[in-house]
């Protein structure tokens, strides 16, 4: 993919964290952490191939995980980023995870990654990726008129928040466009549903965090994860959904500077 084609925005000072939204998000999933974050890093947002305003690659090249977290290694080299942080909610998390598998992390928290469903739940999300294949031929105005009715709205608002009665959420509804026939989430979503992290170990300070109210990836998630990466620091973000900064961004920020800082002491003692 061109990485010069990836939208990012930067800010703040000192070591950097780099954070990679989910499926179908943009880089604004991260504004209720970034004010926070930047009082302490440099911190870099971007904006994934096919969501928000990077472009998506053409048709005949290839768009899976794999391919995602080779862009995301490209892109912190062209932005002379060495070893950043990284941060990720869902496939974000899974796409921060195989870096820090690789070496190319100082850190890794994953915010209710991809990749270590329990099989009913790899069921699911099979079923919501051939959902979304189905959904790509349905005509886009009966789309928008179904996802922005009142129903439409508190299904996306059950699936994705830690409480579907806030009244701040009563305009939170699924984008349409995000299914359109070809569109980067229905070519993106079949692969995302057959992922699985296989990685044998995760050589960084790694934090998995899981939202006790995800209905998307069931909590149970977290401790498959502690199998595959026993050394990673669990916690449960207590009244979140699968987006835990929108729902609790002051505990979600507490926990990524906990986890760079846990980069910082053992660097510490590595030079001592």
Known sequence: MDTTRIVYERGGSGTPVVLLHGLGHRRQAWYPV???????????ALDLPGFGDSPAPGGERAYDVGSLVDTVRRTCDDLGLDRPHLVGNSLGGA????LGASGAAASVTALSPIGFNTPPAEAGARLLAGAAQVAAF???????????????????????RGDP???ADRHFAFDASAIAAGSP????????????FSASMVPCPVTVAWGDRDRLLPPSGARRALRRIPHARQVTLLGCGHIPMSDNPRAVTAEILRTTGAARDLGQRVVA
């Open 34 to 44: 970034m004010a926070d974050l930047m009082e302490r890093h440099e911190v870099v």
């Open 95 to 98: 796409i921060a995870l195989e």
């Open 138 to 160: 349905v005509p886009p105005s009966v789309l928008r008129a179904a996802t922005h009715s009142p129903a439409g709205r508190a299904l996306a608002r059950r699936a994705l």
């Open 165 to 167: 009665s806030d009244p």
């Open 185 to 196: 989430y229905v070519r993106l979503a079949p692969h995302v549903a057959a992922y699985t």
